[in-house]
């Protein structure tokens, strides 16, 4: 994807096929706000019953209601995930940063849906069962995502009181990782250290538990 055009047509495909907002931000890497102002845009270009066609601003005339686009980070990693040498490879740089954090570690959570693939990856390296977590985000629509609630997927491993590694794609704001930590604490389990492949924030941690990642992508200026 090379601009702000682009991720609009994408949401409005995804939007297309049924997939929800928290969903859309899933696929495309950004914050949920992110998310449902790409959606508005592209919605703004659908003819409205009974009235005429509008055109949506794209490009550097796309704006919020408040006068701006929103401020966020698209991070495409489709030439690692569309080829499995390449995630294996990387998968192994993963699980290197995660290696130090607990020996007898048996278990690790991947956030789904991209953290997932990773995290078999990532397990096989480490030699560790296999859980995924979806997070209440895949629900979100509008409103307070606190309404919402995620789940762990009863067709891979379950937490029972262990230690265990979390992985997942990229961190745009955190709270989708703070919200899995704060699951597996509260299945009795203990998350010992997350991992991804891009963290937006520059995190060190979350919640008291190490937050390790390949790339930092780090925003660096303002709007003029």
């Not at 080829?83 to 192994?92: E, L």
């Not at 590694?165 to 604490?185: C, H, L, N």
Request: aromatic content about 4%; glycine content about 10%.
């Amino acid at each position: 994807m090379k601009n702000v055009d682009d991720l609009i047509e994408s949401a409005a495909e995804l939007a297309a096929r049924g997939l929800s907002k928290g969903e859309i931000a899933d696929e495309l890497n950004v914050s949920r706000e992110t998310a449902s102002w790409l959606v508005e845009r592209s919605d703004a270009t659908t003819q409205s019953e009974g009235g005429p066609a509008q055109s949506a601003p794209t490009g550097a005339d796309a704006t919020t209601e408040n006068g701006s686009r929103p401020q966020d980070i698209h991070v495409d990693w489709a030439a690692i995930g569309r080829d499995s040498k390449r995630m294996s490879h990387v998968a192994a740089a993963m699980a290197d940063l995660l290696a130090k954090h607990g020996e007898d570690v048996d278990l690790t959570i991947g956030i789904e849906k991209a953290g997932g693939p990773i995290a078999t990856l990532v397990a096989r390296e480490l030699e560790t069962d296999l859980g995924t977590y979806t997070p209440a985000k895949h629900q979100w629509e509008e409103g307070d995502i606190e309404d919402l609630g995620g789940t762990f997927s009863r067709n891979f491993a379950g937490i029972r009181d262990r230690e265990c590694y979390i992985v997942d794609d990229t961190i745009t704001s955190g709270t989708t990782m703070r919200e899995t930590i704060e699951a597996i604490r509260a299945e009795g389990g203990e998350p010992l250290a997350c991992v991804v492949l891009a963290d937006k924030q520059g995190l060190e941690e979350i919640d008291g538990v190490p937050v390790y990642s390949l790339v930092q992508v780090i925003s660096v200026g303002k709007d003029d």
